[in-house]
């Protein structure tokens, strides 16, 4: 008994699915199922319980803490001079026993150079009329 029928007509073959028999479909469902099992269980003997001990000793100091809190960075580049935008730097630097560094975004972008709460623009980057970039200011 053949696993897959073929059909007399070449011509018609490509255009027409072939239909597998039945002994094909049972193979597959036979198959599949003991696949996955076969994969479940070999996935299972791989897993190696593992165990961890952490260990902290607040006590003894392991050499000088680098603070890492010292960057900020925020969207509106008209703030840093703005009357609260200097308070919140000089705020920011007295509590910090390193210096302050920020990074301000939007410094490049084109508009009217008005403060907006998420998108600042200086309005430094400019084209002519003839597309030609120039520095506004």
């Not at 018609?12 to 099992?37: E, H, N, Q, V, Y």
């Not at 961890?52 to 010292?70: K, L, R, S, Y």
Request: net charge negative; proline share 10%.
């Amino acid at each position: 008994m053949p696993l897959l029928e073929t059909y007399p007509n070449p011509i018609l073959a490509p255009t027409m699915p072939l239909k597998s028999s039945c002994a094909l479909r049972t193979f597959g469902r036979t198959l599949a199922p003991l696949a996955l099992l076969l994969f479940i269980t070999l996935s299972r003997a791989q897993q190696a319980e593992t165990t961890a001990t952490i260990e902290v000793h607040a006590d003894q100091p392991d050499g000088p803490m680098i603070p890492i809190w010292n960057y900020f960075g925020y969207d509106e580049p008209n703030y840093t001079y703005a009357p609260n935008g200097k308070k919140l730097l000089a705020e920011l630097a007295a509590a910090s026993p390193v210096p302050v560094y920020v990074r301000v975004h939007n410094l490049l972008t084109t508009g009217d150079g008005s403060a907006s709460l998420k998108w600042g623009s200086t309005n430094l980057y400019t084209e002519d009329a003839a597309g030609k970039p120039y520095i506004a200011g």
